[in-house]
């Protein structure tokens, strides 16, 4: 669904990765690591389309990213969850309008879809706080939320960077759950994050492959972590 | 193409487009002051332009078949040439027709400047004959000519000489009317697109979650379309009542003419049922263009 292919992406210096190539498979699980700064978040950004590779190519659902226009990466948005490392909201809006945002800007009915929008906020344990503005949550909240609304639509793939960056470790494990959930539903699924312990969590309960980011490039990491 | 889209987008009951957009109280407040305004303004250079081009068709017709013929001459010839004139000017062609104004209409065309109780009679005042044209005209040089030889004192006045730069003047006023309307519009297209353009920047990071969760940039662009149109056209609306009403109330009494002549006649009052859509109009396409530019400008 996303292929990458000898991808080079620079934000004006020297290039920030060289040479990626990557397949990603319909119903796997990813995880993305990597220190800090080495272009975790770019790299998810070029498989979402808010990057254009500088070189090489890339291709969104069998598309060119490069021959997209503004509304076909809107369109193939619908299909891919991000859940950004600090989560944006609408800020004026309630929690449970901000979850079905993403069916509110597709066109749908969102009073059709409020069984949904209910039980999508009863698994992330975000109903008591559906009427509470943004601002009032809590980190862990707002990534729960952050999720909430990246799976709304059961989009065919969800991007999650450092998506525990935030949170305690009872709750990053609480995400994480939801996220193999989402994979045994048949989702694809790719965790940016330097949380080796939260990688080791994921491998007892998925069969995840972990990639690297170092010196620009990306690596298969050992099966051994 | 445009027309139904444009109908569409603002008519259809979509609140949740302009829900996503935050409420902006005091910008809204000023668009809709300025549109106001604009509206206001515009009512009176349309009716500058209606009154003066009313005037200027006024005065066209009525001093397009008419002309006058003076005559000076001692008093004891004064009859003799008056009728040597009116006979050249009855067979001449092209007039309709000519008559030798009476003592008494001579005195009412002097009284406004020489007071009631002149005695005409007593003064040496040139006697004047008018002359109604037929459509087809006549020829003033050879009637000059014809005039001078049989009735030496006849002087004709065909009014063209003073006619053509009051029609002109009338004309430009007109034109003049019409081109403040498109300088208000142009103006009011500015002002608007500056808001928009403000607007788009305040809330730069609502456009990012709304392009994140893919939404389209039509999409986005109604939100703050629908919202400058709306405000415009009630805002032009408001400003377009005040200006009727400042029109009403202006002292109209027909005898002092021009001045007093601004204002709306008859069917006149429907364009200014105009005014507002197409404020709205204008606000339509300013903050269109704003709003797909800065979206396309985004990567």
């Avoid at chain 1, 950004?84 to 609408?90: A, E, K, P, S």
């Avoid at chain 2, 006058?68 to 050249?88: C, G, K, N």
């Avoid at chain 2, 063209?160 to 730069?165: E, G, I, K, L």
């Avoid at chain 2, 004309?171 to 788009?200: E, H, P, Q």
Wanted: aromatic share 6%; net charge neutral; glycine share 8%.
């Amino acid at each position: 669904m996303i292929e990458l292919e000898n991808v080079a992406y620079s934000y004006g210096g020297g290039e920030l990765l060289s040479d990626v190539s990557l397949r990603l498979a319909p119903g796997s699980f990813h995880f993305l690591t990597g220190p800090s700064g080495s272009g975790k978040t770019t790299f998810l950004k070029l498989c979402y389309g808010e990057l254009v590779p500088t070189s090489g190519f890339a291709r969104i659902f069998d598309q060119d990213v490069r021959s997209m226009t503004r509304d076909d990466i809107a369109m193939a948005r619908r299909r891919i969850g991000v859940v950004h490392q600090d989560c944006q909201f609408l800020d004026h809006l309630p929690i449970s309008d901000n979850v079905a945002l993403p069916l509110t800007v597709a066109g749908f009915d969102v009073q059709s879809e409020s069984q949904n929008l209910a039980e999508l906020m009863q698994w992330c344990g975000l109903t008591p706080r559906a009427n509470a503005l943004p601002p009032e949550l809590s980190g862990g909240e707002r990534q729960r939320a952050a999720l909430a609304r990246a799976v709304i639509l059961s989009p065919d793939l969800i991007l999650a960077d450092e998506p525990t960056g935030n949170v305690d470790w009872e709750m990053s494990q609480r995400l994480l759950q939801l996220l193999i959930e989402l994979n045994r539903m048949g989702k694809t699924v790719m965790i940016a994050t330097h949380d080796l312990g939260l990688i080791r969590a994921a491998k007892q309960h998925v069969q995840a492959r972990v990639l690297r980011i170092s010196n620009r490039r990306l690596q298969l990491a050992g099966a051994d972590l | 193409m445009r027309a139904p889209r444009f109908l569409t987008d603002l008519l259809v009951a979509d609140g949740s487009a302009d829900r996503v957009v935050p409420p902006s109280g005091f910008t809204a407040h000023l668009t809709l002051f300025s549109a106001g305004v604009m509206a206001f303004l515009a009512v009176f250079a349309l009716a500058l332009s209606l009154a003066t081009g009313r005037l200027a068709d006024r005065w066209g017709d009525e001093l397009a078949h008419a002309s006058t013929v003076r005559i000076s001459a001692p008093d004891d010839q004064m009859a003799v040439q008056t009728e040597a004139a009116l006979r050249v000017l009855q067979t001449t062609d092209g007039i309709e027709s000519a008559r030798a104004l009476s003592e008494d209409e001579q005195r009412a065309l002097l009284a406004p400047w020489f007071g009631p109780e002149v005695p005409v009679e007593s003064l040496p005042i040139p006697q004047l004959i008018e002359v109604i044209e037929s459509d087809a005209g006549y020829d003033a040089a050879g009637l000059r000519m014809r005039l001078s030889a049989e009735a030496p004192g006849a002087v004709l006045d065909d009014h063209t000489r003073w006619r053509r730069p009051l029609i002109a003047a009338a004309n430009r006023l007109r034109a003049l009317g019409l081109f403040s309307i498109l300088l208000i519009g142009g103006a009011m297209a500015a002002m608007i697109t500056l808001a928009a353009n403000a607007a788009l920047a305040a809330n730069a990071k609502v456009i990012e979650v709304l392009r994140l969760v893919g939404a389209q940039d039509r999409y986005i662009a109604r939100a703050f379309v629908r919202r400058f149109t709306l405000r415009a056209l009630a805002g032009a609306t408001v400003g377009t009542v005040a200006g009727m009403i400042a029109v009403l109330l202006m002292p109209s009494q027909a005898e002092v003419g021009f001045l007093t002549g601004l204002g709306f006649a008859g069917a006149e009052w429907f364009w200014l049922l105009v005014l507002p859509p197409v404020a709205g109009l204008v606000a339509y396409l300013a903050t269109q263009r704003a709003a797909l530019r800065v979206l396309g400008a985004l990567s």
